[in-house]
Protein backbone atom coordinates (compact mmCIF):
# COMPACT_ATOMS: atom_id res chain seq x y z
CA UNK A 1 0.00 0.00 0.00
CA UNK A 2 2.99 2.71 0.86
CA UNK A 3 4.25 1.69 -2.74
CA UNK A 4 0.98 2.24 -4.27
CA UNK A 5 0.81 5.18 -2.59
CA UNK A 6 3.76 6.90 -3.61
CA UNK A 7 2.94 5.76 -7.19
CA UNK A 8 -0.39 7.51 -7.16
CA UNK A 9 1.58 10.93 -5.69
CA UNK A 10 3.92 11.35 -8.49
CA UNK A 11 1.96 12.43 -11.11
CA UNK A 12 0.03 14.88 -8.87
CA UNK A 13 4.04 16.01 -8.27
CA UNK A 14 4.51 15.90 -11.52
CA UNK A 15 1.32 17.78 -13.15
CA UNK A 16 1.84 20.48 -10.66
CA UNK A 17 5.52 21.15 -11.78
CA UNK A 18 4.64 21.38 -15.31
CA UNK A 19 1.52 23.96 -14.55
CA UNK A 20 4.27 26.01 -12.37
CA UNK A 21 6.35 25.52 -15.44
CA UNK A 22 3.71 27.25 -18.02
CA UNK A 23 3.19 29.76 -15.18
CA UNK A 24 6.49 31.19 -15.73
CA UNK A 25 7.70 30.52 -19.46
CA UNK A 26 5.51 33.99 -20.72
CA UNK A 27 7.28 35.48 -17.95
CA UNK A 28 10.43 34.37 -19.14
CA UNK A 29 9.62 35.22 -22.83
CA UNK A 30 8.71 38.88 -21.83
CA UNK A 31 11.88 39.43 -19.89
CA UNK A 32 13.58 37.90 -22.86
CA UNK A 33 11.72 40.11 -25.06
CA UNK A 34 12.03 43.73 -23.16
CA UNK A 35 15.98 43.15 -22.97
CA UNK A 36 16.98 42.23 -26.41
CA UNK A 37 15.52 46.23 -27.26
CA UNK A 38 14.74 49.33 -25.17
CA UNK A 39 12.07 50.48 -26.03
CA UNK A 40 10.79 53.10 -28.56
CA UNK A 41 10.27 56.63 -26.80
CA UNK A 42 6.95 58.00 -26.72
CA UNK A 43 5.74 60.81 -27.99
CA UNK A 44 6.14 63.00 -24.42
CA UNK A 45 9.58 61.46 -24.57
CA UNK A 46 10.28 63.01 -28.24
CA UNK A 47 8.51 66.38 -27.56
CA UNK A 48 11.27 67.14 -24.12
CA UNK A 49 13.68 68.16 -27.02
CA UNK A 50 12.79 71.85 -27.15
CA UNK A 51 15.09 72.67 -29.69
CA UNK A 52 17.09 70.84 -32.12
CA UNK A 53 20.21 71.30 -34.34
CA UNK A 54 21.53 69.60 -37.18
CA UNK A 55 24.54 70.42 -38.67
CA UNK A 56 28.23 70.17 -40.35
CA UNK A 57 31.40 71.93 -40.08
CA UNK A 58 30.87 73.27 -43.38
CA UNK A 59 33.01 76.62 -45.00
CA UNK A 60 29.93 78.66 -43.67
CA UNK A 61 30.73 77.51 -40.32
CA UNK A 62 34.10 77.53 -40.48
CA UNK A 63 34.41 81.59 -41.71
CA UNK A 64 31.67 82.01 -39.10
CA UNK A 65 33.84 80.84 -36.17
CA UNK A 66 37.17 82.29 -37.33
CA UNK A 67 35.71 85.99 -37.85
CA UNK A 68 33.90 85.78 -34.90
CA UNK A 69 36.67 85.13 -32.66
CA UNK A 70 38.39 87.76 -34.98
CA UNK A 71 35.10 90.15 -33.48
CA UNK A 72 35.27 89.34 -30.34
CA UNK A 73 39.02 88.13 -29.18
CA UNK A 74 40.52 89.85 -31.21
CA UNK A 75 38.87 93.28 -32.14
CA UNK A 76 41.49 95.39 -33.32
CA UNK A 77 44.06 93.25 -34.88
CA UNK A 78 43.06 93.78 -38.71
CA UNK A 79 43.17 97.66 -38.18
CA UNK A 80 46.72 97.62 -36.40
CA UNK A 81 47.94 95.56 -38.69
CA UNK A 82 46.93 97.71 -41.80
CA UNK A 83 48.22 100.82 -40.20
CA UNK A 84 51.75 98.86 -39.33
CA UNK A 85 51.56 97.86 -43.17
CA UNK A 86 50.70 101.73 -44.20
CA UNK A 87 53.85 103.07 -41.83
CA UNK A 88 55.99 100.27 -43.20
CA UNK A 89 55.24 101.47 -46.70
CA UNK A 90 55.00 104.92 -46.79
CA UNK A 91 58.71 105.83 -46.11
CA UNK A 92 58.91 104.04 -49.51
CA UNK A 93 57.89 106.94 -51.24
CA UNK A 94 60.88 109.39 -49.26
CA UNK A 95 63.80 106.91 -49.31
CA UNK A 96 65.92 107.54 -52.50
CA UNK A 97 67.45 103.99 -52.23
CA UNK A 98 66.10 101.56 -55.27
CA UNK A 99 66.06 98.38 -53.06
CA UNK A 100 65.52 99.97 -50.17
CA UNK A 101 62.09 101.62 -51.52
CA UNK A 102 61.27 98.47 -53.59
CA UNK A 103 61.62 96.38 -50.18
CA UNK A 104 59.64 98.70 -48.23
CA UNK A 105 56.43 98.88 -50.40
CA UNK A 106 56.60 94.83 -50.61
CA UNK A 107 56.69 94.24 -46.79
CA UNK A 108 54.46 97.10 -46.49
CA UNK A 109 52.22 95.28 -49.40
CA UNK A 110 52.18 92.33 -47.62
CA UNK A 111 51.46 93.19 -44.10
CA UNK A 112 48.10 95.47 -45.38
CA UNK A 113 47.30 92.15 -47.51
CA UNK A 114 47.37 90.06 -44.36
CA UNK A 115 45.40 92.37 -41.94
CA UNK A 116 42.62 92.51 -44.65
CA UNK A 117 42.49 88.45 -46.11
CA UNK A 118 43.88 87.30 -42.90
CA UNK A 119 40.25 85.48 -42.45
CA UNK A 120 40.53 83.93 -45.64
CA UNK A 121 43.64 82.31 -44.85
CA UNK A 122 43.03 80.76 -41.79
CA UNK A 123 40.11 79.58 -43.73
CA UNK A 124 42.44 77.59 -46.40
CA UNK A 125 44.26 76.21 -44.00
CA UNK A 126 41.55 75.13 -41.33
CA UNK A 127 40.03 73.53 -44.83
CA UNK A 128 42.87 71.74 -45.22
CA UNK A 129 43.59 70.44 -41.79
CA UNK A 130 39.89 69.86 -40.12
CA UNK A 131 39.00 66.42 -40.60
CA UNK A 132 35.41 66.94 -39.91
CA UNK A 133 35.02 69.62 -42.48
CA UNK A 134 37.05 66.53 -45.04
CA UNK A 135 34.40 64.08 -43.84
CA UNK A 136 31.55 65.61 -43.68
CA UNK A 137 30.86 64.54 -39.96
CA UNK A 138 27.03 65.65 -38.81
CA UNK A 139 26.69 67.46 -35.26
CA UNK A 140 23.06 67.46 -33.60
CA UNK A 141 22.53 69.89 -30.71
CA UNK A 142 19.67 69.10 -28.51
CA UNK A 143 18.01 71.33 -25.97
CA UNK A 144 15.40 70.31 -23.47
CA UNK A 145 13.88 71.93 -20.57
CA UNK A 146 17.03 71.01 -18.15
CA UNK A 147 19.73 70.03 -19.94
CA UNK A 148 21.88 70.06 -23.47
CA UNK A 149 23.55 67.56 -25.40
CA UNK A 150 26.03 67.80 -28.42
CA UNK A 151 26.46 65.26 -30.41
CA UNK A 152 29.07 64.21 -33.34
CA UNK A 153 27.93 61.59 -35.63
CA UNK A 154 25.97 60.23 -33.05
CA UNK A 155 27.91 59.78 -30.00
CA UNK A 156 27.68 62.68 -27.30
CA UNK A 157 30.51 64.61 -27.03
CA UNK A 158 29.92 67.30 -24.37
CA UNK A 159 26.34 68.07 -22.01
CA UNK A 160 25.43 70.55 -20.02
CA UNK A 161 23.03 69.67 -16.58
CA UNK A 162 20.73 72.18 -15.53
CA UNK A 163 22.86 74.42 -18.62
CA UNK A 164 25.12 75.19 -15.66
CA UNK A 165 27.94 74.85 -17.63
CA UNK A 166 27.47 77.28 -20.06
CA UNK A 167 29.63 80.36 -20.04
CA UNK A 168 28.67 82.32 -22.66
CA UNK A 169 25.94 83.18 -25.41
CA UNK A 170 26.27 85.55 -28.85
CA UNK A 171 24.70 85.60 -31.87
CA UNK A 172 24.83 87.52 -34.76
CA UNK A 173 22.55 88.19 -37.75
CA UNK A 174 22.97 84.30 -38.93
CA UNK A 175 24.54 82.32 -36.19
CA UNK A 176 24.30 81.90 -32.48
CA UNK A 177 27.63 81.26 -30.24
CA UNK A 178 27.86 78.53 -27.25
CA UNK A 179 30.55 78.63 -25.10
CA UNK A 180 30.71 75.84 -22.15
CA UNK A 181 33.12 75.90 -19.20
CA UNK A 182 35.21 72.89 -20.91
CA UNK A 183 36.43 74.97 -23.39
CA UNK A 184 33.86 73.80 -25.87
CA UNK A 185 32.50 76.00 -28.45
CA UNK A 186 29.73 75.62 -30.20
CA UNK A 187 28.51 77.82 -34.03
CA UNK A 188 24.70 77.21 -34.44
CA UNK A 189 23.00 78.22 -37.92
CA UNK A 190 20.11 79.55 -37.57
CA UNK A 191 18.58 78.05 -40.24
CA UNK A 192 19.38 74.52 -39.38
CA UNK A 193 16.81 74.28 -36.62
CA UNK A 194 14.91 71.45 -37.24
CA UNK A 195 12.69 71.60 -34.00
CA UNK A 196 12.03 74.71 -32.16
CA UNK A 197 11.88 78.75 -33.90
CA UNK A 198 15.53 80.37 -33.48
CA UNK A 199 14.45 83.76 -32.79
CA UNK A 200 13.32 82.46 -29.52
CA UNK A 201 16.35 80.77 -28.53
CA UNK A 202 17.98 83.20 -26.95
CA UNK A 203 14.45 83.84 -24.58
CA UNK A 204 14.97 80.42 -23.43
CA UNK A 205 18.73 80.32 -23.07
CA UNK A 206 18.40 83.03 -20.49
CA UNK A 207 15.73 81.75 -18.87
CA UNK A 208 17.33 78.64 -18.31
CA UNK A 209 21.15 79.68 -17.50
CA UNK A 210 20.70 83.48 -16.68
CA UNK A 211 23.15 84.52 -19.52
CA UNK A 212 22.59 87.24 -21.93
CA UNK A 213 23.03 86.62 -25.28
CA UNK A 214 25.46 89.24 -26.83
CA UNK A 215 24.81 91.06 -29.61
CA UNK A 216 28.02 90.56 -32.13
CA UNK A 217 26.80 92.18 -35.84
CA UNK A 218 28.91 90.53 -38.40
CA UNK A 219 27.64 93.35 -41.46
CA UNK A 220 28.92 97.24 -41.19
CA UNK A 221 25.47 98.73 -41.14
CA UNK A 222 24.51 97.12 -38.23
CA UNK A 223 27.72 97.70 -36.37
CA UNK A 224 27.00 101.39 -36.87
CA UNK A 225 23.77 100.86 -35.49
CA UNK A 226 25.20 99.12 -32.18
CA UNK A 227 27.60 102.15 -31.92
CA UNK A 228 25.37 104.67 -32.08
CA UNK A 229 23.12 102.99 -29.80
CA UNK A 230 25.75 102.23 -27.45
CA UNK A 231 26.39 105.94 -27.75
CA UNK A 232 23.05 106.96 -27.10
CA UNK A 233 22.97 105.33 -23.76
CA UNK A 234 26.25 106.56 -22.72
CA UNK A 235 25.01 110.00 -23.26
CA UNK A 236 21.69 109.35 -21.58
CA UNK A 237 23.31 107.80 -18.75
CA UNK A 238 25.81 111.17 -18.47
CA UNK A 239 22.57 113.64 -18.31
CA UNK A 240 20.84 111.90 -15.48
Known sequence: MAKNKARS????????????????????DKAQKTGSKLPDKTPEQQKEVLYQIKTKRDSGVLKAY???????????????????????????????????????????GLVVLLGLFRQYISLALTKRSDADY??????????????????RDGELTAYSSKYK??????????????SLTSREFFVIPMDRFTIGDPSTFSDFIYKRCKKVCR??????????????????IVRDQKNR
Do not use: C
Not at 137 to 146: A, D, H, S
Not at 168 to 176: G, P, R, T
Open 134 to 151: RNGTEFVYEFTQNDASFF
Open 9 to 28: SSPAAQSGKQKKAQNSKPKN
Open 165 to 178: DIDAVFYDEEYYYL
Open 66 to 108: ITFTYRVFHPKVTARMVLYGLLILAPGFVVKAQALKIALWVLG
Open 215 to 232: WIPAKLGNKIKKYQSSRA
